[in-house]
């Protein structure tokens, strides 16, 4: 990555972002570690942590775009097989509401940024 780099990418787990499992550990237990300085994107680059979001209209690495879209649709069926599991606790409407939310997501990546 060159010092000039002027984009915002997305990290490679965007699904399971460190900043969600510090947040869920700062929360649960008073406990908050480090995040990593320099992170994998979905385009392959390793950048700041600083130069990524989660959000799809920060998003301007077109690569780390499509990166997310396909993350989350991935998961959103994910969530639809498990949930339709035989034992799953998870009801219906909210596998529906889960995979919705990934799909709606996954479309907003798909538009241009910003």
Do not use: W
């Not at 649960?28 to 942590?49: E, H, I, K, M, N």
């Amino acid at each position: 990555m060159g010092e000039s780099d002027p984009h915002i990418h997305v990290e490679s787990k965007v699904i399971h972002g460190d900043a969600a499992v510090r947040n869920v550990l700062a929360a649960t237990f008073g406990l908050a570690g480090d995040l990593p300085s320099l992170v994998t994107t979905g385009c392959g680059l390793r950048v700041p942590y600083a130069m990524t979001s989660p959000r799809p209209d920060s998003v301007t690495c077109l690569a780390c775009r499509e990166h997310a879209r396909l993350e989350h649709l991935r998961f959103a069926e994910q969530v639809e097989r498990l949930g339709r599991m035989p034992g799953s606790n998870v009801g219906a409407a909210q596998v529906k509401q889960a995979a919705d939310r990934h799909r709606d997501l996954a479309e907003k990546f798909s538009d241009a940024p910003g």
